[in-house]
């Protein structure tokens, strides 16, 4: 069974850090580009940052460029997102997603709340 779960979310002040987590299980992990999208509420979900299958190429939406960082761990299957510098525009639930070109799947977010 296929199940990305994420963590790590919660209530931080502006400008502080937060690092989420999302451990994958029952897919070919190695073989699968990662990405974490956000939600807001009364907006669409938007990606936000990506990473390769082989973890040599990284990119970041515009809006989170500079401030947060994705990395992957292929022994233990997981991917994360260090966020730093928040602000309460990053408010959102964070998920994360697993594809390979013609596999697709999604954790059931987490969230992260910027306030003071």
């Known amino acids: 069974q296929v199940q990305l779960v994420e963590s790590g979310g919660g209530l931080v002040q502006p400008g502080g850090s937060l690092r989420l987590s999302c451990a994958a299980s029952?897919?070919?992990?190695?073989?699968?580009?990662m990405r974490w999208y956000r939600q807001a509420p009364g907006k669409e979900r938007e990606w936000g940052a990506g990473?390769?299958?082989?973890?040599?190429?990284?990119k970041y939406a515009d809006s989170v460029k500079g401030r947060f960082s994705i990395s992957r761990d292929d022994v233990k299957n997981m991917v994360f997102l260090q966020m730093n510098s928040l602000k309460p525009d990053d408010s959102a639930v964070y998920y994360c997603n697993s594809w390979n070109g013609h596999n697709e799947h999604w954790g059931q977010g987490t969230q992260v709340t910027v306030s003071s």
């Open positions: 990473i390769t299958s082989l973890g040599n190429i990284r």
């Open positions: 029952g897919f070919a992990f190695s073989t699968h580009a």
